[in-house]
């Protein structure tokens, strides 16, 4: 049953334009995460923040920028998008701690870049 | 910086056959793997975690870890048409960050 929900499911932008991805967690989890997917099925982290705090941030362009209204949403802005940022962004959510940190997925916003 | 590679790349296996899918990563000291499973156009879904050397079944699916050897296998028993997905380990790297492996697409035929 879903219980990490993402908006939109995909989104058709032009170069230079700015989006915005939603995600909640109905979970009660701590913890949520931004991994970005791409055409590879390789997924890496980009963002994780714990109880409204960033406690990860890899090494993302300046354009992406995280926010956390609470421990339940996790949305990502880009601004101007570029071609290579065409990719699926999958929010996760789990508990702090280290055995019991199982991401629980949503299903992920596809985004192409045109 | 853990690094972590699956094999094969794509399994095709008659449906009741066993599936066996790898998973090898770089740095032997973390304790916290998993593995998921995606099917297209759908977010991951956990199928097994494992904290130890040894085995651990869920259901269906076992999951073998050898730390010593640097290496995480997961085992189908009985595959069905509807485990065709693609199947993604995941190592823990300790700072609430983890390093998934580029998959292993599973086709199960009937």
């Known amino acids: 049953e879903t219980a990490v929900f993402q908006t939109p499911n995909y989104h058709v932008t032009q170069v230079g334009n700015e989006v915005s991805f939603n995600c909640k967690q109905t979970l009660g989890h701590d913890t949520m995460y931004w991994y970005k997917q791409d055409s590879k099925k390789l997924l890496k982290i980009m963002f994780s923040?714990?109880?409204?705090?960033?406690?990860v941030n890899e090494t993302v362009p300046r354009r992406f920028s995280p926010q956390s209204s609470d421990k339940a949403h996790l949305n990502l802005r880009i601004k101007s998008v570029e071609p290579e940022d065409s990719a699926v962004y999958l929010c996760?959510?789990?508990?702090?701690?280290?055995?019991?940190?199982?991401?629980?997925f949503g299903a992920g916003t596809r985004l192409s870049v045109l | 910086q853990q690094k972590v590679q699956q094999s094969p790349e794509s399994l095709t296996v008659s449906e009741g056959a066993m599936a066996s899918l790898n998973c090898t990563f770089s740095?032997?000291?973390?304790?916290?793997f998993r593995w998921y499973r995606q099917h297209s156009a759908k977010g991951l879904e956990v199928l097994v975690s494992?904290?130890?050397?040894g085995e651990k079944e869920e259901g269906r699916f076992t999951a073998h870890l050898n730390r010593a050897n640097l290496h995480v296998s997961l085992h189908i028993r009985e595959p069905q048409p509807s485990d065709s997905a693609v199947y993604l380990c995941a190592v823990n790297t300790g700072n609430y960050k983890y390093v998934f492996g580029a998959g292993t697409r599973l086709k199960v035929i009937a």
């Open positions: 494992i904290f130890s050397d």
């Open positions: 740095d032997g000291t973390s304790n916290n």
């Open positions: 996760a959510s789990s508990y702090w701690g280290p055995s019991q940190n199982t991401l629980y």
């Open positions: 923040y714990n109880n409204k705090q960033l406690i």
